[in-house]
């Protein structure tokens, strides 16, 4: 296996950072990770694929210790779909496996909407298609008011940094972890505890406006009509005690991509793959064998 690190160049010249697990012929991997979140959600799921095939992980811009994006306003799912492209067009591999996490669904499914030629195949774990508050309410004024909340709490840079640096501590870490645990974001006996305590690392030194920008493009993004478009082997993993991204989220997927497959892992959350990365693994090769992969 050969592992190199490098960096790619957005269209508005942003610097992309990203790393090349793996050198086989076979068909690539390109990851798209969590909500305000990091390349180390990979941490089972990159040596297990890399011994194999060519697995390419990017961090989204302003995250895993990048330098702050220039334009923080124009953060979206769709940059961040477009992000991918050029990280995917810089490893000059073939069509890839387009693997998204959580928030990272929504990114795979914008990269199939804008960028179809870089996508061989998808696999989508525990992430809905758009607008997660729909779940609440599908009111478009709370959908705004919460996005709108978010954007200038994320301005308010002095009481933000404050709200974050709670993360740096330990009763923040301990209020956090309790309430992944509680909202179904992590197993309580399952999830390893450098997974959350590295999330939490990471969130608290991401710039605060940034933070507030990614949460509401998360809110704001659909990806609903591009269901029915996919027509590339589409793998949907879901885990029934996952509150964030309920089943219900992950059975409609089903029904709405043509041909599409779901595996449920019952009594796991929201961040399954780390909690039982064997069986999840299993299941994405049985689909990878399947579809000649």
Request: with cysteine; charged share 20%; hydrophobic share 45%.
């Amino acid at each position: 296996m050969t592992t190199g690190s490098a960096v790619a160049v957005a269209e508005d010249g942003e610097a992309l950072a990203y790393r090349v697990a793996g050198d086989s012929t076979r068909t690539p991997m390109l990851t798209a990770h969590g909500l305000v979140s990091s390349v180390h959600h990979w941490t089972f799921f990159t040596p297990h694929y890399a011994a194999h095939r060519p697995v390419v992980s990017w961090e989204y811009r302003g995250h895993g210790g990048q330098r702050v994006p220039r334009d923080l306003a124009a953060i979206s799912v769709a940059q961040f779909a477009d992000d991918a492209a050029a990280v995917w067009r810089a490893t000059g591999l073939a069509p890839a496996i387009v693997v998204g996490l959580s928030f990272g669904v929504q990114v795979a499914l914008e990269i199939w909407h804008r960028h179809p030629g870089a996508v061989r195949a998808l696999v989508l774990i525990c992430g809905t298609p758009g607008h997660p508050l729909d779940r609440v309410s599908s009111a478009r004024a709370l959908r705004g008011a919460t996005t709108a909340l978010l954007r200038g709490l994320g301005r308010q840079r002095g009481l933000a940094m404050r709200m974050l640096g709670l993360l740096r501590t330990q009763s923040g870490v301990r209020l956090a972890r309790e309430l992944a645990f509680r909202s179904g974001g992590a197993h309580r006996d399952a999830c390893p505890p450098e997974v959350l305590d590295g999330l939490f690392a990471h969130v608290a030194g991401l710039d605060p406006e940034l933070v507030g920008n990614v949460m509401a493009a998360y809110l704001e993004h659909t990806a609903e009509d591009v269901l029915a478009t996919i027509t590339v082997p589409t793998l949907i993993i879901a885990a029934d005690g996952d509150q964030l991204a309920p089943l219900a989220t992950a059975e409609r997927m089903q029904r709405a991509i043509p041909g599409s497959r779901l595996v449920v892992f019952p009594g796991h959350s929201h961040l399954v793959q780390v909690e039982k990365p064997a069986e999840v693994h299993a299941a994405i090769d049985r689909f990878l064998a399947d579809h000649a992969l």
